[in-house]
């Protein structure tokens, strides 16, 4: 899987010894086990019971954007926990990510004012927590991608990864590394990220993404190299599999390719990307029955997007 400018939320809980608070965690206990109906039920008996609630209202804000993708309930119940609780760093910042959800979906002149408050959030949750790479990473990456209208600025970019850097040189180095992307800079880009390796060879980020700028400039023996690394330092993470058999895919080299893939499958069984992988090799190697198996089974777990409109394709033209 290609790496993306995803930005990743963390789960802070806060125990409490009240009954609201045990159902809280009750609340979470269930988004935790995927039962996502129940914990939407009992996060809103908790609001409706005690309107004054930060914390059912983050959890339930946060339930609504991540799996039921209402924006516009979450919207309401994250900004309450905002209000609530205003030095609580990750309500700021988990409501500055949904903000930047909402931007996706509005209208472009709702999308400079929705822009504006990510903006504001982040900023925010950087002051309540200076020392947060999660937050300050969330800070660089605004303003390396919004325009310059909204605050968008490729040099307070560098002075946010400027404090990365003091305060985790590997973080720091990403960061530089991801300025240098942007810029179309690939040569300083390698750089950085092995300036990042070497910081902490234990940790995958640099590995994957140096493995997908190896694969972008076909370098497909250095991508394999850098995925191997990846797998050695994170195998319990399907990805690392997943990535390695996309270099063996591109070194056409399928039957391992194939091997890696079902092993990233076995691992993260509820992911899709696999599947479809493994039945593009199947295809490759001239085994249309496996193929057409696998590419049933990525669309019934994957049904839309351009994966699923490849697969639906090849499957039509396999089944002839």
């Given at each position: 899987?290609?790496?993306?400018?995803?930005?990743?939320?963390?789960?802070?809980?806060?125990?409490?010894?009240?009954?609201?608070?045990?159902?809280?965690?009750e609340?979470?206990?269930?988004?935790?086990?995927?039962?996502?109906?129940?914990?939407?039920?009992?996060?809103?008996?908790?609001?409706?019971?005690?309107?004054?609630d930060?914390?059912?209202?983050?959890?339930?804000?946060?339930?609504?954007?991540?799996?039921f993708?209402?924006?516009?309930?979450?919207?309401?119940?994250?900004e309450?926990?905002?209000?609530?609780?205003?030095?609580?760093?990750e309500?700021?910042?988990?409501?500055?990510?949904?903000?930047?959800?909402?931007?996706?979906?509005?209208?472009?002149?709702?999308?400079?004012?929705?822009?504006?408050?990510?903006?504001?959030e982040?900023?925010?949750?950087?002051?309540?927590?200076?020392?947060?790479?999660?937050?300050?990473?969330?800070?660089?990456?605004?303003?390396?991608?919004?325009?310059?209208?909204?605050?968008?600025?490729?040099?307070?970019?560098?002075?946010?990864?400027?404090?990365?850097?003091?305060?985790?040189?590997?973080?720091?180095?990403?960061?530089?590394?991801?300025?240098?992307?942007?810029?179309?800079?690939?040569?300083?880009?390698?750089?950085?990220?092995?300036?990042?390796?070497?910081?902490?060879?234990?940790?995958?980020?640099?590995?994957?993404?140096?493995?997908?700028?190896?694969l972008?400039?076909?370098?497909?023996?250095?991508?394999?190299?850098q995925?191997?690394?990846?797998?050695?330092?994170?195998?319990?993470?399907g990805?690392?599999?997943?990535?390695?058999?996309?270099?063996?895919?591109?070194?056409?080299?399928?039957?391992?390719?194939?091997?890696?893939?079902?092993?990233?499958?076995?691992?993260?069984?509820?992911?899709?990307?696999?599947?479809?992988?493994?039945?593009?090799?199947?295809?490759?190697?001239?085994?249309?029955?496996?193929?057409?198996?696998?590419?049933?089974?990525?669309?019934?777990?994957?049904?839309?997007?351009?994966?699923?409109?490849?697969?639906?394709?090849?499957?039509?033209?396999?089944?002839?």
């Open positions: 899987m290609k790496p993306a400018c995803l930005l990743l939320l963390l789960v802070l809980l806060f125990p409490s010894a009240s009954p609201a608070g045990d159902s809280v965690a609340a979470v206990r269930l988004v935790d086990a995927r039962s996502y109906d129940a914990a939407r039920t009992m996060l809103e008996q908790i609001v409706r019971r005690d309107g004054g930060a914390e059912a209202r983050f959890h339930l804000g946060r339930l609504l954007m991540g799996h993708r209402d924006f516009d309930a979450a919207e309401e119940q994250l309450k926990a905002v209000e609530l609780a205003d030095r609580n760093a309500y700021h910042f988990t409501l500055g990510n949904l903000y930047g959800a909402q931007a996706q979906v509005v209208s472009v002149f709702s999308k400079m004012s929705y822009a504006g408050k990510v903006k504001t982040f900023l925010r949750a950087v002051e309540l927590d200076p020392g947060s790479i999660q937050y300050r990473t969330a800070l660089m990456e605004y303003y390396l991608r919004a325009p310059g209208i909204v605050g968008g600025s490729v040099e307070k970019a560098r002075e946010q990864a400027g404090e990365l850097l003091r305060r985790s040189p590997y973080d720091g180095h990403l960061a530089l590394a991801r300025i240098a992307t942007y810029e179309e800079d690939e040569k300083l880009a390698e750089q950085e990220y092995r300036n990042a390796s070497k910081q902490n060879p234990s940790r995958w980020q640099a590995y994957h993404r140096l493995g997908y700028l190896c972008k400039q076909n370098r497909v023996d250095d991508a394999i190299a995925f191997r690394e990846y797998v050695r330092v994170a195998p319990a993470d990805n690392s599999w997943d990535s390695l058999g996309e270099g063996l895919f591109a070194k056409e080299r399928y039957a391992e390719a194939l091997e890696q893939f079902a092993r990233a499958a076995s691992v993260s069984t509820a992911w899709a990307t696999p599947i479809y992988h493994m039945a593009r090799c199947y295809d490759r190697m001239a085994k249309p029955a496996e193929a057409l198996d696998h590419y049933r089974k990525f669309l019934s777990m994957k049904p839309s997007g351009p994966d699923a409109e490849d697969a639906a394709a090849r499957l039509e033209k396999l089944s002839r």
